[in-house]
């Protein structure tokens, strides 16, 4: 189910700031796309693949009704991660995604931004159903989607075919 075109939301919680993209959160992005972090989304990634990605996770805000948003804290204003809910030709279902940058683990902001987004596309942007994809190795990823409530689908259809899904709430498309 597409959404409808739309201008990236500001949303907010009590620590973080989940704002739109802008040109200068690139370096950072990119930087991270091309670490060892970036081996749970197929990476590490070469400047113009990662370019690529930071580019389709605006756009799909444009195209698609989601996107990605930045994490910013609100009190320091520093931007420590991103995260999304995707759509399009690489996603067979809507998908809640994550990334922190280095040094922001371990504080639950991945935890507090991926719930104020869930909150956002079953409320707001009503979608039935919201998946997230994991690598089988990124156990930091499968508790944080298990302490959001999610289950894994094994049943569900996936973007490759080593990737867990876990679905936060609702029943799969065609269901």
């Given at each position: 189910?597409?959404?409808?075109?739309?201008?990236?939301?500001?949303?907010?919680?009590?620590?973080?700031?989940?704002?739109?993209?802008?040109?200068?959160?690139?370096?950072?992005?990119?930087?991270?796309?091309?670490?060892?972090?970036?081996?749970?989304?197929?990476?590490?990634?070469?400047?113009?693949?990662?370019?690529?990605?930071?580019?389709?996770?605006?756009?799909?805000?444009?195209?698609?009704?989601?996107?990605?948003?930045?994490?910013?804290?609100?009190?320091?204003?520093?931007?420590?991660?991103?995260?999304?809910?995707?759509?399009?030709?690489?996603?067979p279902?809507?998908?809640?995604?994550?990334?922190?940058?280095?040094?922001?683990?371990?504080?639950?902001?991945?935890?507090?931004?991926?719930?104020?987004?869930?909150?956002?596309?079953?409320?707001?942007?009503?979608?039935?159903?919201l998946?997230?994809?994991?690598?089988?190795e990124?156990?930091?990823?499968?508790?944080?989607?298990?302490?959001?409530?999610?289950?894994?689908?094994?049943?569900?259809?996936?973007?490759?075919?080593?990737?867990?899904?876990?679905?936060?709430?609702?029943?799969?498309?065609?269901?």
């Open positions: 189910m597409p959404l409808s075109p739309t201008a990236p939301p500001t949303l907010a919680t009590d620590r973080l700031r989940l704002r739109p993209m802008r040109a200068d959160d690139w370096p950072a992005y990119a930087a991270l796309m091309a670490s060892a972090r970036a081996r749970y989304m197929g990476g590490p990634f070469a400047s113009a693949a990662a370019w690529g990605m930071f580019c389709a996770d605006h756009a799909q805000w444009d195209f698609l009704g989601c996107g990605a948003l930045m994490i910013e804290e609100r009190d320091s204003g520093r931007t420590v991660g991103q995260i999304a809910v995707n759509a399009g030709p690489l996603f279902e809507h998908e809640l995604g994550w990334c922190l940058y280095d040094g922001a683990e371990g504080r639950g902001i991945a935890a507090e931004a991926a719930q104020r987004m869930l909150d956002w596309a079953r409320d707001t942007a009503d979608l039935p159903t998946v997230s994809y994991i690598d089988a990124n156990a930091a990823s499968r508790r944080l989607a298990e302490r959001l409530g999610a289950q894994q689908d094994p049943a569900a259809a996936r973007p490759g075919p080593d990737d867990l899904v876990y679905r936060h709430f609702g029943a799969p498309r065609g269901t």
